[in-house]
């Protein structure tokens, strides 16, 4: 059974830090790309960062260049997003991604999301 189950969200003040933490299972965690998602109220979800399969590369969002880092360690099957300068506009639920393409069959797994707020 596949499972990503976020964890670290939570209330932080404007400038302050938090470390999101998605343990995977279920899935041979070092064949997928890992992502972080957010989706804001009355907002569309958004790719914040994303990570390849061996942690070769990464990709993020213009709005948090900088600010958030992506990693992962497959010895744990776990990925991090680490969420240092956090403004409100960081307010949303943040989710955990899988993806993968093998053998020509797409995979793609989520979280069930964790809640960060940033507010003074």
């Known amino acids: 059974q596949v499972q990503l189950v976020e964890s670290g969200g939570g209330l932080v003040q404007p400038g302050g830090s938090l470390r999101l933490s998605c343990a995977a299972s279920?899935?041979?965690?070092?064949?997928?790309?890992m992502s972080w998602y957010r989706q804001a109220p009355g907002k569309e979800r958004e790719l914040v960062a994303a990570m390849t399969s061996a942690g070769g590369s990464t990709n993020y969002a213009d709005s948090v260049k900088g600010r958030f880092t992506i990693s992962r360690d497959n010895a744990k099957n776990t990925v991090y997003l680490q969420m240092n300068s956090l403004k409100p506009e960081d307010t949303a639920v943040y989710y955990c991604?899988?993806?993968?393409?093998?053998?020509?069959?797409?995979?793609?797994?989520w979280g069930q999301g964790t809640q960060v707020t940033v507010s003074s």
């Open positions: 991604n899988a993806d993968a393409l093998l053998l020509f069959t797409s995979y793609d797994y």
């Open positions: 279920g899935f041979t965690f070092s064949s997928y790309a």
